[in-house]
C-alpha cells in the first residue's frame, strides 16, 4: 500500500509541476503580446510613453505589464484630467483610451489559452 500512496503521490507531484510550468509559460507568453499591443496602441507624442511598455514577473510571481518609464500619464491618458496652471484650471485634456481593450483581450485570451494547454 505504501507503495501505492507513493506513486500516486509522485503522479500528482508531476502533473502539479507541469500545470504551473504551462501557467507560467501562457502567462508570460499574454504579458509580451499585451505590452507589444500596448506599445502600437498608445498615443505618441515623443515616442517615449509608448516604448515604455514591458512585461515584468513581480515578487509574488505575476506577471505585471506597466509602463517603466511614464507610468505617471497611464491614468491621465487613459481618463483624461484637468489641465492647471499656478493652481488654476484653464482646460481640459480628453481622454485617450488604450489600456481598457488591451486589458479585456489579456483577461479572454489568458483563460482561453490556459484551457486549451490544459486539456
Do not use: C
Amino acid at each position: 500500500m505504501d507503495s501505492l500512496t507513493r506513486q500516486i503521490n509522485q503522479v500528482l507531484s508531476t502533473f502539479s509541476k507541469n500545470v504551473d510550468e504551462t501557467y507560467d509559460k501562457v502567462l508570460k507568453e499574454v504579458a509580451d503580446e499585451a505590452s507589444e499591443k500596448l506599445q502600437s496602441v498608445s498615443p505618441t507624442m515623443n515616442g517615449t510613453y509608448a516604448k515604455g511598455w514591458v512585461a515584468d514577473k513581480d515578487k509574488h510571481g505575476s506577471y505585471v505589464v506597466h509602463n517603466k518609464d511614464a507610468y505617471q500619464l497611464t491614468h491621465l491618458l487613459e481618463n483624461g484630467h484637468d489641465v492647471v496652471v499656478n493652481g488654476k484650471k484653464v482646460g481640459h485634456a480628453n481622454a485617450q483610451p488604450h489600456i481598457a481593450d488591451v486589458e479585456a483581450w489579456v483577461q479572454e485570451e489568458a483563460v482561453k489559452r490556459l484551457e486549451d494547454a490544459l486539456k
